[in-house]
């Protein structure tokens, strides 16, 4: 009996290796029989079980996952220690078992096609048409808090809750997209993690759980940046695992929004990216565009930014490293930069309108 359960490891773990195999190398097969076909099943199954529960399911996943780990470690760790093979044996099935649900779930849709070869998007962006997309934004952005605050010097307070906000970023994914999304959002899945308080250590603001599809935001968060954060989770939700992709619809959805304070949210999210490539081409051009902002603007840059700072940590820097190993390992090749290349979708939207 041993050896045919042995066998049947092995034979299971073969058949999951190809498997994976598969789908990492032909991002044609991974869109058209993943993405496009099983991932929005799964994905709509989860959203109407757990999306009605006002907390978080997969945190609580989590926190009995790893309970369930220490407790197996404490009550067997004579015999882990009397028989380590047979200890690493069963860790590494558990283990590769427990790897394959994450990409059954969601994670093979980190091996799509990219969005830029859906949309045909296949020049780079020229300086004049970076320099064109960031005056369309910092048009925006002046406008925008004009009509939000009729102080200059003021930055835009937010003053909705966070349920509010959730059910807005699920409006925005109930209206017409320039992508054609694989299913339609019906049922709103977006929470506040339990784990809040970890995420802001570690400088997260928030995340995606693959094991129940639910989109995690960090409730401390304050200032622009929540409502684009929902919508960057919600992309994530949508089957799209790279970040630069999930920040580009995030932006989008959150623009078109009724809601002027997402679409306050959306400009500064895209405007921070455009005036940070502007500074590398351009000294000269970035200081200009710097130049006609409104004050208050600059005021909610600041808000956000030291937020973040007082909880700056020794230990971030390390867990920013985990997660750039993590991506790289799943086809982002510029592991936590891929958030930045945001930048080329973003300008090809602009030189759409």
């Known amino acids: 009996m041993k050896v045919k359960s042995k066998v049947f ?53 989590y926190t009995v996952l790893i309970g369930f780990v220490i407790f197996y470690l404490v009550k067997n760790r004579k015999k882990i220690r009397q028989q380590p093979i047979i200890f690493l044996v069963k860790a590494t099935f558990f283990g590769v078992q427990l790897i394959f649900v994450f990409f059954l779930l969601w994670g093979f849709n980190y091996f ?86 970890l995420l802001t250590y570690m400088g997260y603001s928030g995340y995606l759980n ?65 005036l940070a490539e502007v500074r590398k081409n351009d000294t000269q051009k970035y200081n200009e565009f710097i130049g006609q902002l409104r004050q208050g603007i600059f005021e909610n840059y600041k808000e956000v930014r030291q937020f973040w700072q007082q909880y700056q940590n020794p230990a971030e820097p390390l867990f920013k490293a985990s997660y750039d190993a993590f991506l790289k390992a799943n086809n982002q090749q510029e592991g936590i930069r891929s958030y930045d290349f945001v930048t080329k979708l973003i300008i090809w939207q602009l030189e759409q309108e």
């Not at 004049?128 to 930055?155: C, G, I, M, P, W």
């Open 9 to 61: 490891k092995g034979t299971v773990i073969l058949i999951l290796v190809a498997i994976w195999f598969l789908f990492r190398n032909f991002p044609h097969i991974t869109e058209k029989f993943y993405s496009l076909f099983l991932y929005p099943i799964i994905a709509q199954i989860f959203h109407f079980l757990f999306g009605w529960l006002p907390f978080s399911v997969g945190d609580i996943f």
């Open 112 to 197: 799509r096609l990219p969005l830029e070869k859906s949309l045909k998007i296949s020049q780079e962006h020229s300086k004049v048409a970076l320099f064109r997309s960031t005056q369309k934004l910092v048009n925006k952005a002046n406008v925008l808090h004009l009509q939000l605050t009729l102080n200059a010097d003021e930055k835009v307070v937010y003053k909705q809750s966070l349920q509010d906000i959730y059910q807005e970023a699920f409006r925005c994914f109930s209206t017409d997209f320039i992508i054609p999304l694989a299913f339609e959002y019906r049922y709103k899945s977006v929470k506040n993690s339990l784990y809040s308080p």
């Open 210 to 274: 693959p094991f129940t599809n639910e989109a995690q935001v960090n409730a401390l968060m304050i200032g622009y940046s929540l409502p684009v954060t929902a919508c960057h989770e919600i992309a994530h939700q949508m089957g799209y695992a790279a970040e630069n992709e999930a920040n580009f619809i995030g932006y989008v959805m959150a623009k078109q929004s009724q809601d002027l304070y997402f679409q306050y949210s959306a400009t500064l999210f895209a405007l921070k990216y455009l």
